[in-house]
């Protein structure tokens, strides 16, 4: 995983560098569909930049952001407050996912990114998999809008929380082995009449 740091200047509209300890983290979609991060990242530092000074409800910025493509890009240090969900900021990791469908469905290559930040974030600063959460959980708004969805954002919360097993274990059980296929056979459909699962495996001996 690669964070690219494009870190915004501190500025009185959405970086005042105020302390936050990261205790919980929250999903977003950018809510326009087809803009990447550098737009994205753009959009932020022109409001760090002050060019919409008498316009509060712009003043908005993110910890993350997660492209298209599965870039990640961080414009505030986690340990400082950053404004995407009113009231709700002090100790928020926010992640902005751009996305590409009318429906807000998350790309691939976001979704994969995303457990990876997700799961480097969990680990670094101990944050529990129940303090991963929509800016719906937060305050209400339909954000992510595709994941309000609570199905959807059942199966997308398990993909980037669950810790991946790998490799697999497998157990196998064996329950004949025979010198002759035609045997083999035989048995294996008693055993499949039996109601078990069965297939024949052919292993060379070496005699
Ligand atoms: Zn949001």
Same mark, same amino acid.
């Given at each position: 995983?690669?964070? %690219?740091? /494009? %870190?915004?200047? /501190? $500025? ?17 979609? =950018?809510?326009?569909?087809? =803009?990447?991060?550098?737009?994205l990242a753009l959009y932020y530092a022109n409001?760090?930049?002050?060019? &919409? ?8 910025? =993110?910890?993350? %952001? ?14 400082? #407050?950053?404004y995407a969900a009113s009231g709700h900021n002090?100790?928020?990791?926010? #992640? ?5 469908? $009318?429906?807000?469905? &998350?790309?691939?290559?976001? *979704? ?10 969990? *680990? ?6 129940? *303090? ?7 305050? @209400? ?9 609570? =199905? ?7 993909? #980037?929380?669950?810790?991946?097993? $790998? ?27 039996? @109601? &078990? ?6 292993? /060379?001996? $070496?005699?």
């Amino acid at each position: 995983m690669k964070i %690219i740091d /494009k %870190i915004i200047s /501190k $500025n009185r509209y959405n970086r005042i560098g105020l302390a936050s300890a990261p205790k919980r983290i929250c999903v977003h979609y =950018t809510g326009q569909a087809g =803009t990447g991060v550098d737009r994205l990242a753009l959009y932020y530092a022109n409001v760090a930049a002050g060019m &919409f000074p008498d316009k509060p409800n712009s003043w908005t910025s =993110t910890q993350y %952001i997660v492209g298209l493509n599965g870039e990640i890009i961080r414009i505030v240090p986690d340990n400082e #407050i950053s404004y995407a969900a009113s009231g709700h900021n002090d100790g928020t990791l926010h #992640i902005e996912v751009c996305y590409k469908q $009318n429906s807000g469905e &998350f790309e691939q290559a976001s *979704k994969t990114a995303l457990r990876e930040l997700v799961q480097y974030l969990m *680990k670094k600063y101990s944050i529990p998999a129940d *303090k991963v959460l929509r800016h719906y959980d937060l305050t @209400g708004k339909r954000c992510p809008a595709y994941y309000v969805d609570e =199905t959807r954002w059942a199966a997308l919360h398990e993909y #980037i929380t669950a810790p991946e097993v $790998n490799p697999r274990t497998l157990y196998r059980v064996q329950v004949g082995a025979f010198s002759s296929k035609s045997n083999a056979e035989a048995y294996m459909a008693k055993v499949k009449a039996a @109601g &078990f699962g069965a297939f024949i495996v052919e292993v /060379k001996n $070496n005699a």
